[in-house]
Structure formats: C-alpha cells, structure tokens
C-alpha cells in the first residue's frame, strides 16, 4: 500500500528572479513496509529530495500527498506525526542521557508541559530495545560511540510513532560493520514496524543488499524506482554512474575502475584466485586478450609466467614488466 | 533522580530566603533580624531603620534578585537558541541599544528640556527606547534569516553599531558626562525605587512567563533548528518569542541597573552543573534561584568595603572564573 505519493513534483531552489530546477516531473510512491535507498551521484538532488518530501523545504511545483493529505497544506504539528526524521546534523546537548534524547522524540504528542506518562515512558522503553541499546539508556549521549548514536536517532525517531522515517545519510562516518549493522537494523525495522523508511546513501553495495527498493537519482534520466536487481538487469545502474574512470560492474555490484591499459595479456586457470589477479593486472595497465604474446597461467598457489614459477603478485608484476621491456616491442 | 532535585531545590530556596534577608541586614548601617522582623510585622515602623529598610534595602534585594532571575533565564534561552555554551542574553545587542539610549540622553543633555533630564525617568525612558529600537530590528531580522546563527551575527552587529555611536557620543562630550556614563554601565541596584518597580516587575513577570511558556519547544531547539522542525515546533514563531522574552528580560534589566555582566553566562552553566539535566522545567526554575543567589551575594560583598562597590564589577570577578572553568573542562 503506497503512503506517500508525488505527482508532478519539481524540485530544486528558486531566488529572486532565478529557478534552479534540480528534477522535475517525479512521480514516487512510498510503500508502508519497505525499506527504500535513494542513491545517485552527487549533485543529482539525493538531499534537496528529500529535504523537499519531508517539508523542510519547498517543492517549485507538484505536490507530495501522505494518506491522501498534501504536505505543503499541513501545519509543523500535523507533518510531525506523519514524518520522523534522522539527519546529518551532529547532536550535541550537555547533560543528556539515550533516554533523554529518546523522549524528545515523543514531542510531538505530550502535552504543553511534557510530562512523561507511564504510558509514553513504555514507548520510550520499547523503540531502545528495538535498537538494541537497552543497556545505555542511562548513559550520557556524548560518550557513545557514533553507531550507538546513530542508533539512539533512531530510537528517537521510532519514539516518534509515526509511519514514515527518513533519514539522510544515515551510515556517513560509520565503519563497515556499522554501516551494515545500521542497514540490517532498518530493514528488519520496516518489515516489523510496517513503517515506510526512506534513507540516501552513498554506499552502493550495501544499498543493494538491504533494499527492498531503490530510487535511483540522476540528473539525466530523473529518479528510477525498482527491485535492486531488476536496476541492475536494466542497464539503469551503469547509466546513472556511468564515467570516464570507473565502471559499474553488474557481476558483482562493485564499481571497477578504469585503467588506461596499453599491454596485453593472456590469462588462464584457477577461478578463485582469477579475480584478484585480473585486479593486479588491471591496475598495473595491463589488458586481458586472448593468445596474446605473454601468457600467465594461474595455479592453485602460484603463477606460471612464460614457463616461470612466481609466487606472489608483486614478483608476477614486476617479471612481467621485465619481459615486456627485454622484448622491445614496448616502451615502459 | 526526582528526589536529588527536591532536595536541591529546598536547599537553594532557603539560601536565596537567608542571603536575601542578609543581604537586609548587612550595610553601612547593620540592622538586626529582630528589627527586620518587627518592621515587617508592623511594629516600630517608625525611625531611621525601618525607613531605610523599606525604602532603600527592601527594593533593593527585590531587584537585586529579579536582576538574578531575569538575566539568567535570558542567558539559559539565548545558549539554547544558539547551541552555545557562552552566549549571553546581551548577544542580541539589546543592552548596547540601552546603553545608546543613555548616552544620548547625558550627554546631548543641552539639548533637551531639563526638566526631562533632571527626572529619573529620563535615563530609564532612554533606555527602554534604545533596547526596544534594538530589539524591534533583531525581531525584523529574525523573520527575514533562515539560522540561528546569522542572527546571531545580526544582533552583534546591531550592538557594534550601538558601541561605536555611544564612542562618538564620548568623543564630543564633556568629561563630567562622561563620568556620569561610565558610572551607569557599572551598574547599580539601588537605582530602583518603588516606582520604578511598579514598571519593572510586570515587565520581568511578562518575560518570565513566556520563557516558561517556551520550556518544552527549548527542550526540542537542543536538537537543532531542523530537528526541531521534524518534531513539529514552529521555528519562526519559537524565536520571535524567545526574542521577545530576552528583549524584555535583559533590556528591561538594564534600563533599571544598567548592564550587569557574567550572570547571564555563567549561571546556567551553575544550573547544569548542579542538576545535571538538559530539560528546561527544571533547569527555568533552577537559573532563577541560582541567578537571584548570585546576584544577592554580590550585592553584599559590594557593601563589605566602606564605599560601595559597583555591582557590575563583582559580578564579572565572579563570572569571570567560572567562564574560564567552564572552557576548561570542555576540553
């Protein structure tokens, strides 16, 4: 069921006399349930999306409906009950413990004093052991770590009661087991809570893995929405990254980069160590064509360069090199 | 947790009850509590005593601890609204517009009627036009910018402004007004009569009351401007009235007493220190107390030496310390 819709929605920042459209004509839908990845390369309007969806700043035109409510129509009050929102902005605040900072999220829907009923206190209790932080909860917020943090947004987020989160950016300055601890954490959330998450992110594979959906944002072809995989089948991938220095390499969700490579090289042999070799010769500047002058055969635990034993990548680079320049054919 | 902070609240409320009834008793002329009792309960009215007690100590510890109060709170909302741990509730330039006020009025004095000048009233009239002229362009400006922070830069620089005006003010003086001018920015309590109370207490009370009103969205700014949008709090209405309220409580202050420096900082670093909580209901309460106390205390140590000490210089050599302790620990 689709909770957030956009129609003909245009995007972007207007002064005075100048608009500056970053996308325009989106039409979006947000499922209850589902965790959704926007990514896109920099630039393309992942930040003024979704400062736009969640009201912080205006659309140029269009409009986003949540259940049927239009969102620029709604009072600060009424978007607060419908949006929680995790976002880039350091929180810092003296004296203040996971609770502390957990209750504020409850803001929205306490009285004028503020008072914590048992009742929002249960619901305080409940979204820290969602994020696992059960045994901070009196700890004081400036002596977490920064994945305890970002869990404690969240917490204050899922506090918030409300059926849609969105985050920006939420593993930027993570480590990796962080960043997929945070991912796994809000894909199990939106599948438990039936709460649509929107997060933009930067890291791709990741993002591929957790989604349930991807937004993919460009400045050419607009925002494409789909399964992970079926972005990945389409060729849309490729496209939305698509430069000089790197190529998106649908095998494995990676990016490659782009050497410039002069000398060839044929290569045989075992699979798994295949993959890293292809690597090192890549990067050394070295193309993979078939019965070419030099021929590496890849072993179980070596290399056999031109009838040679090698055992390591850096005597296999440095071998080859050697070879190419007795050889004459090639300058260094 | 809730018990620690009754206790803490019992124990300030009677200090601030004892210092204010010593900061009575104490002076040139000692009066003892038997006197002070008996004055208050309507015997021996008459005499020198009770006449300097109800006329010149009572308004004064009165305003003594509405300075504390008022200029604290102010401190506690501008270091919210601005994520700062060392702004202070003049940083909207409110008292430079006050003092500009003052200065015109000494020392452009010729030109003016003298019966203007010669009233109290005039120097408090100055002052209120001059912080509200402040205030009312920090508020424009308020409407017009989208963070905190350039606001923030706005009000210095109104304040700027004010400073270097009052300099070319001085700078065409004559010396005995300029004396009369720097007296008034030491501060003084006893400025303050009964009359002047009847304007200053509703005033303090006004600014008080939205302060207390804001608690709970002051709460939710600690998150940041954009946070706090996310959990539905009005941002432009929220700083329109936390402009207000500071305008009304410092500027209303230092129309009165002149500027007192330091309490506005340091005090609600004491409240932070001593309840160690970041919630502005217990935190509001806790600078009034601690702010009236501080205030009080300077007040009596401004009568220890034969001539009286001006206020504004006890408090910075109290804040002063504690401002450096504060940007020591945060390392």
């Given at each position: 069921m689709s909770i957030l819709t956009t129609c003909h929605l245009s995007i972007g920042y207007s002064k005075k006399r100048k608009t500056d459209v970053i996308q325009s004509e989106l039409n979006l839908q947000l499922r209850a349930g589902e965790l959704v990845c926007l990514i896109g390369p920099n630039g393309s309007g992942k930040s003024t999306l979704l400062r736009t969806l969640t009201g912080l700043q205006k659309p140029l035109s269009g409009k986003t409906s949540i259940d049927g409510k239009e969102i620029s129509k709604l009072k600060q009050l009424e978007k607060a009950l419908l949006i929680a929102l995790v976002l880039t902005e350091r929180v810092d605040i003296e004296n203040a413990t996971v609770y502390n900072l957990v209750s504020l999220g409850r803001h929205p829907h306490s009285n004028w004093w503020g008072n914590i009923t048992e009742k929002e206190d249960l619901i305080i209790r409940e979204a820290i052991e969602m994020v696992h932080l059960e045994h901070k909860i009196?700890?004081?917020?400036?002596?977490?770590?920064?994945?305890?943090?970002?869990r404690a947004m969240i917490a204050k987020a899922l506090a918030q009661n409300t059926p849609i989160i969105m985050?920006?950016?939420p593993t930027a300055h993570l480590d990796l087991p962080n960043r997929v601890e945070i991912?796994?954490?809000?894909?199990?959330?939106?599948?438990?809570?039936?709460?649509?998450?929107?997060?933009?992110?930067?890291?791709?594979?990741?993002?591929?893995?957790?989604?349930?959906?991807?937004?993919?944002?460009?400045?050419?072809?607009?925002?494409?929405?789909?399964?992970?995989?079926?972005?990945?089948?389409n060729g849309n991938f490729n496209r939305a990254f698509e430069s000089k220095s790197y190529v998106f390499n649908a095998a494995n969700g990676n990016f490659s980069m782009n050497y410039p490579m002069s000398r060839d090289v044929w290569v045989t042999g075992d699979k798994t160590r295949m993959y890293w070799t292809l690597r090192a010769l890549a990067?050394?500047?070295?193309?993979?064509?078939?019965?070419?002058?030099?021929?590496?055969?890849?072993?179980?635990?070596?290399?056999?360069?031109?009838?040679?034993?090698?055992?390591?990548?850096?005597?296999?680079?440095?071998?080859?090199?050697?070879?190419?320049?007795?050889?004459?054919?090639?300058?260094? | 947790m809730k018990n620690r902070n009754l206790i803490l609240f019992l124990t300030l409320s009677l200090l601030m009850l004892g210092l204010f009834l010593a900061d009575l008793a104490w002076g040139s002329i000692p009066i003892s509590l038997r006197e002070i009792v008996s004055v208050f309960f309507g015997k021996g009215t008459e005499g020198i005593n009770s006449e300097i007690l109800l006329n010149f100590r009572l308004p004064k510890a009165i305003t003594a601890i509405l300075a504390g109060a008022s200029l604290s709170v102010a401190g506690l909302m501008m270091q919210t609204l601005f994520r700062n741990s060392l702004a202070d509730p003049y940083i909207l330039g409110v008292s430079s517009g006050a003092s500009l006020g003052v200065a015109l009025v000494m020392m452009a004095a010729s030109v003016l009627p003298v019966a203007f000048v010669s009233s109290g009233w005039a120097l408090i009239v100055a002052a209120i036009i001059g912080a509200s002229v402040v205030l009312v362009l920090v508020v424009g400006v308020s409407f017009k910018v989208h963070n905190a922070v350039s606001l923030l830069i706005v009000g210095l620089m109104f304040g700027t402004i004010a400073g270097s005006l009052v300099s070319v003010l001085q700078n065409f003086s004559n010396p005995d007004a300029i004396k009369l001018f720097v007296?008034?920015?030491?501060?003084?309590?006893?400025?303050?009569?009964?009359?002047?109370?009847?304007?200053?207490?509703?005033?303090?009370?006004?600014?008080?009351?939205?302060?207390?009103?804001?608690?709970?969205?002051?709460d939710g700014l600690l998150l940041g401007e954009n946070y706090a949008r996310g959990l539905g709090i009005s941002i432009q209405q929220t700083r329109f009235l936390i402009v207000i309220a500071t305008g009304l409580l410092a500027g209303g202050i230092t129309a009165f007493t002149g500027p007192i420096a330091f309490v506005g900082v340091a005090v609600p670093h004491i409240a932070r220190g001593l309840f160690r909580t970041s919630s502005h209901k217990i935190l509001m309460p806790a600078t009034i107390l601690c702010g009236a106390s501080l205030i009080l205390v300077c007040d009596i140590i401004s009568q220890i030496p034969t001539y009286t000490l001006p206020i504004n210089t006890i408090s910075a050599l109290f804040g002063a310390p504690i401002i450096i302790w504060i940007i020591l620990k945060k390392r």
């Open positions: 009196h700890q004081n917020i400036n002596e977490l770590s920064d994945g305890e943090r970002q985050l920006d950016e991912m796994l954490l809000l894909h199990k959330l939106a599948h438990k809570t039936d709460k649509a998450i929107l997060l933009s992110t930067h890291e791709l594979d990741i993002a591929l893995q957790a989604a349930d959906r991807i937004w993919l944002i460009s400045s050419e072809k607009g925002v494409e929405c789909g399964v992970p995989e079926d972005l990945v089948f990067r050394a500047g070295y193309k993979v064509v078939e019965d070419a002058q030099f021929r590496i055969l890849v072993t179980e635990n070596g290399w056999i360069l031109n009838e040679k034993n090698i055992s390591t990548v850096e005597q296999l680079l440095v071998e080859l090199s050697h070879q190419y320049v007795e050889s004459g054919n090639y300058e260094l | 007296m008034w920015t030491f501060g003084s309590l006893s400025a303050v009569t009964w009359n002047y109370m009847q304007v200053l207490l509703p005033v303090v009370l006004i600014g008080i009351g939205i302060a207390f009103f804001l608690q709970k969205r002051l």
